[in-house]
């Protein structure tokens, strides 16, 4: 929902992301999606799309997991292996540059878990800075490149987690239904109290489930961060 990191980094409270070159700057999106996607016993886990990084690195801080990363953005891949190498576990994270759509041979291993905070303003009017068209909109990277190419690197038993807007809940969840995965859990997420959801974050297997529905309000009636939001992001955030 907004992008927190204006300056050219964003401290957290184990590691630093630098954002000069990539186009995406660390957002709430992000770290929701990092904070919330369901571990588990995960060995291996990939981001697509990853831009900064900010999301493997807090897959990394989360579990003791083999971390891969790739985005088809070169400075913002490069900028990846800089945040990366400067975290403390650079042994573990890697990134590729690499279009997710042709990179089949390129990531031959099977993940566990698949983390996207993918592009998604569909049909809106692309911006002058083509790096940040680039990031935004799904031209690269459309939700059936995205669910196909997660379908054929994962596991058997793996999970596919993103965070998309609230609008795109429905069209996602039947892509992702074609391309075989049924949601297991869902968290409705509602920016401030008495205001409708905005995002949605959903977690995909691939057997058919009853999915556990929840909500997630950052803000409180009077503008001050709830509980929940605290308790999700407390190992991260700074302030909290």
């Known amino acids: 929902m907004g992008q927190m990191g204006r300056n050219n980094w964003f401290e957290?409270?184990?590691?630093?992301?630098?954002?000069?070159?990539?186009?995406?700057?660390?957002?709430?999106?992000g770290v929701l999606l990092g904070a919330w996607a369901p571990i588990r016993d995960a060995k291996r886990i990939l981001d697509v799309g990853c831009g900064t990084g900010l999301i493997a690195l807090m897959m990394a801080q989360r579990s003791d997991a083999?971390?891969?990363?790739?985005?088809?953005?070169k400075p913002a891949s490069d900028e990846a292996q800089l945040n990366f190498s400067q975290s403390p576990w650079s042994g573990r994270l890697r990134v590729f540059h690499a279009d997710f759509i042709h990179s089949d041979r390129l990531l031959a291993e099977r993940y566990d878990l698949i983390v996207?905070?993918?592009?998604?303003?569909?049909?809106?009017?692309?911006?002058?800075?083509?790096?940040?068209?680039?990031?935004?909109?799904?031209?690269t990277l459309s939700f059936?490149?995205?669910?196909?190419g997660s379908a054929n690197l994962l596991n058997k038993r793996g999970r596919l987690c993103v965070i998309l807007p609230h609008s795109s809940f429905i069209e996602f969840k039947e892509s992702a239904r074609l391309a075989g995965f049924y949601l297991k859990s869902v968290a409705h997420v509602i920016p401030q109290e008495g205001k409708p959801p905005k995002r949605i974050?959903?977690?995909?297997?691939?057997?058919?489930s009853l999915p556990a529905?929840?909500?997630?309000?950052?803000?409180?009636?009077?503008?001050?961060?709830?509980?929940?939001?605290?308790?999700l992001t407390k190992e991260f955030y700074t302030a909290f």
């Open 144 to 148: 059936d490149n995205l669910l196909i």
């Open 201 to 208: 974050l959903m977690e995909f297997i691939n057997e058919n």
């Open 213 to 231: 529905h929840t909500e997630l309000i950052l803000l409180d009636e009077s503008g001050c961060y709830t509980e929940n939001y605290k308790h």
């Open 66 to 73: 083999a971390v891969d990363a790739i985005e088809i953005d």
């Open 116 to 139: 996207s905070n993918p592009p998604f303003f569909v049909n809106s009017l692309k911006t002058a800075d083509s790096t940040l068209s680039l990031a935004r909109h799904n031209d």
């Open 12 to 29: 957290f409270k184990q590691f630093r992301v630098e954002q000069e070159r990539a186009a995406m700057k660390v957002g709430t999106d």
